[in-house]
């Protein structure tokens, strides 16, 4: 069993940046891949970000590509998202979720974090 905690939200202006961070406990955290997802009031949850066990291999939705780098660090069992260039339609709570596979598929993955909210004001 895993478990996944998210940190780092908050409130920021248009063209800021955060860093999120998803610490991992529970299990070997460098055989999951490790992917973000948001949701915004009113939406469904959608990808955002994951990244290969080994960190080797990211993709990106194409909403945040240029903008949004996912990264890890096996030896810390945290995963990471560092968000630039934050506009107003970022505005969602941020979750980190792990799976046993590649993939963009909600449904996939078996672990979740609680979610950590991030505000962008215009």
């Known amino acids: 069993q895993v478990q996944l905690v998210e940190s780092g939200g908050g409130l920021v202006q248009a063209g800021g940046s955060l860093r999120l961070s998803c610490a991992a406990s529970?299990?070997?955290?460098?055989?999951?891949?490790m992917g973000w997802f948001r949701q915004a009031p009113g939406k469904e949850r959608e990808f955002v970000a994951f990244?290969?066990?080994?960190?080797?291999?990211?993709r990106s939705a194409d909403s945040v590509k240029g903008r949004f780098t996912i990264s890890r660090d096996n030896a810390k069992n945290t995963a990471y998202l560092q968000m630039n260039s934050l506009k107003p339609e970022d505005t969602a709570v941020y979750y980190c979720?792990?799976?046993?596979?590649?993939?963009?598929?909600?449904?996939?993955?078996?672990?979740w974090g609680q979610g950590t909210q991030v505000t962008v004001s215009s």
């Open positions: 979720a792990a799976a046993p596979t590649l993939t963009q598929r909600l449904s996939a993955y078996d672990y």
């Open positions: 990244i290969s066990g080994g960190g080797g291999i990211t």
């Open positions: 529970g299990g070997t955290f460098s055989r999951y891949v």
